[in-house]
């Protein structure tokens, strides 16, 4: 989980700044849709002229806009000075600040990219109630409610259609069309943008989007609990008394070795006890909800995303640390309730909002051989919201562009995944190796001791805010430990393609009676590959064990989310759980590795490895426990992957 985002999100249009992006690379050109319009000569992102531009061509005005309610909610309105001419409307709401604060203080960037500028929008930004500068009371991931009855009944979705409603009606020389986009918890507002119903805004781009934070999003992933929250919510989960401008102090930590930290505090209770002293709400509902209860249920928006009228664009990252979960479900479950919505997606190689700053041209130690960012704000981004929002040009983006990591392409696809790709198994064979055919042998295991007082670490580094490079890290540190199981391929003999999610089916036995299991599926490089291929000088690509996909299942949850079961000493039991989608070739000469382990920390907090409310135990609650992996027979355990 990257908590970098404490600075990241700050402004809701922090990640866009400081981009040195250039043109794409000539690479795409056979990927690309063949019709794309001419685009500004700002494709660099943001640079020094925007902040003057901004100033020369625009007025800036501050509204506190009533919503049903009587709230007010603070609000930015950027208006170009140019009147000759009609404009449409780009809204963020964020809970992450609309700053500077002053009608004279202007922004030095407006828009998702700085190609917007110069394009000629009305820009609005606005703090989400209870946050900054706006009245009420902050709900985190605030529940839609499909049955309101009164104005009292209020949600994120009635403050964004007041609030469309007053713009359209009070800022003169729009045109009647408005865009939203948002990224990470700005992406869940624009979600609920959605649900609002109001017939004006014409296209929706969620990116990133914050979607169920105990499935598969920032707080918890299959009930593993990601231990970066605390970070986060020392800063962003402080209760905010009255409107202010005022950015809340996060916590000065006496130390940067995060695992020693977590390791030293080692219960909930600790951390609330010790640093939070009981005053940051949030938190303390995490640890009153530790099961899929009504209280997480009620936050996600994907069941009502129905009768889906604007045009949606979707956007994740493949090295999305925070947010990878919110984009596939969102994408997926538009398309499943809405036969003939305007429904996109795009994938690129990205960390959390990597789309919108930098080149994306690599991710830490891996070069993508081109400018995959620049691309998608340049032919994909732009020409969206140009397209629906002022009628100019034309757009022929497939449903689904994908990036294919490994090839380093783009592809596009009528569907995702794509309709080609068949389910395969990849199984778990004896003796260390990782086979595509199923083993006969009588019945084999892998067994390790796991050792809360001494979890595998998620990082090489040493570190407090987990980053985002481990979802691309190099995995041979942990491969060498007793409690990490490593199953790896034979050399490959040709190109292997995975599109889809992976499912990972264990076949488990423990001596306790709950457990985590991590998998991570991995791109082993060739001994032979020299180290001029690295991103940076002094990396050795020789044998390099890329991290494609990982994540957590707390195996309580195995069966169901909402009613945790214990496992039985010494039973076999199969654990099954999605990893999320790649897309992703393992060119020849490379092999394929999985590695199986039952920690990953101080990412994931540790498991007691007792069945026991985790939020609420002691630290001698925490237990060594020997688990087997089973890998032969009816019981092997293998992944169900997609393959072209």
Not at 50 to 60: E, G
Not at 335 to 353: E, I
Request: charged fraction near 20%; aromatic fraction near 14%.
């Amino acid at each position: 989980m990257n908590r970098d985002r404490i600075t990241l999100k700050l402004v809701c249009v922090i990640t866009l700044l400081f981009s040195l992006a250039i043109p794409a690379n000539k690479l795409f050109a056979q990927h690309q849709p063949k019709t794309i319009p001419a685009i500004a000569k700002n494709g660099r992102g943001f640079n020094k002229e925007d902040s003057a531009f901004i100033r020369d061509n625009y007025i800036k005005i501050e509204k506190l806009i009533p919503v049903r309610d009587g709230v007010k909610l603070f609000t930015s309105i950027y208006i170009p000075k140019d009147t000759s001419r009609k404009y449409p409307f780009i809204l963020c709401r964020t809970p992450y600040s609309v700053a500077p604060y002053g009608t004279s203080e202007f922004k030095t960037s407006l828009g998702p990219s700085g190609l917007f500028i110069r394009e000629g929008y009305i820009f609005v930004y606005q703090d989400v109630r209870g946050k900054w500068e706006s009245e009420g009371d902050f709900v985190d991931t605030r529940p839609f409610n499909p049955n309101k009855k009164s104005k009292k009944d209020i949600d994120e979705s009635t403050d964004t259609y007041d609030t469309v409603d007053w713009l359209l009606k009070n800022i003169s020389n729009n045109n009647g069309r408005v865009g939203v986009w948002g990224i990470s918890y700005p992406g869940f507002y624009a979600t609920q943008t959605i649900l609002s119903g109001h017939p004006a805004i014409k296209a929706v781009s969620p990116q990133a989007p914050v979607t169920d934070w105990f499935i598969g999003d920032d707080i918890t992933h299959n009930g593993a609990f990601f231990l970066g929250n605390f970070l986060f919510f020392s800063n962003f989960g402080q209760v905010r008394p009255e409107p202010t401008t005022k950015h809340a102090a996060a916590f000065d930590l006496p130390t940067q070795d995060g695992y020693q930290f977590f390791l030293r505090n080692g219960t909930f209770s600790d951390l609330n006890d010790k640093y939070y002293k009981h005053q940051i709400p949030v938190w303390i509902e995490f640890m009153n909800h530790g099961t899929y209860d009504s209280y997480w249920q009620s936050r996600t928006p994907l069941p009502y995303l129905k009768n889906v009228k604007p045009a949606v664009l979707t956007v994740g990252g493949w090295f999305d640390a925070e947010d990878l979960y919110g984009p596939l479900k969102t994408f997926q479950t538009i398309n499943q309730n809405n036969q003939n919505a305007d429904n996109r997606l795009v994938v690129g190689p990205w960390s959390h909002g990597g789309f919108a700053r930098g080149t994306g041209s690599s991710f830490g130690n891996i070069d993508f051989g081109s400018e995959t960012s620049v691309y998608y704000r340049e032919k994909v981004e732009l020409p969206f919201f140009n397209y629906y929002l002022k009628n100019k040009g034309t757009l022929e983006l497939p449903k689904a562009l994908i990036f294919e990591t490994g090839t380093n392409v783009w592809k596009n696809y009528p569907q995702w995944p794509p309709v080609e790709a068949h389910d395969e198994n990849i199984y778990l064979s004896s003796q260390g190796k990782l086979a595509f055919s199923a083993t006969t042998d009588t019945v084999t295991f892998d067994e390790y001791v796991s050792d809360p007082k001494k979890p595998v670490p998620f990082t090489s580094e040493t570190r407090l805010n987990p980053g985002a490079e481990y979802m691309i890290e190099d995995q041979r540190f942990a491969a060498t430990r007793t409690d990490v199981l490593v199953y790896t391929s034979e050399i490959l003999d040709m190109n292997k393609t995975l599109s889809g999610p992976i499912i990972a089916d264990l076949f488990v036995s423990t001596t306790g009676t709950d457990a985590d299991f991590v998998v991570k599926v991995i791109d082993v490089f060739p001994d032979t590959l020299k180290n001029d291929q690295a991103t940076k000088p002094g990396i050795q690509l020789s044998g390099f064990q890329e991290l494609i996909r990982a994540d957590v299942i707390r195996a309580k949850f195995r069966n169901s989310l909402t009613n945790p079961e214990p496992l039985i000493p010494g039973k076999v039991t199969e654990v099954k759980f999605e990893l999320r989608d790649v897309a992703h070739t393992f060119l020849k000469g490379h092999k394929i590795q999985v590695q199986v382990q039952s920690s990953w920390f101080p990412l994931v907090d540790r498991n007691p490895q007792q069945f026991i409310d985790i939020y609420h135990a002691k630290e001698s609650d925490y237990t060594k426990a020997t688990h087997r992996v089973y890998t032969s027979g009816e019981q092997q355990s293998h992944l169900i992957v997609k393959t072209l």
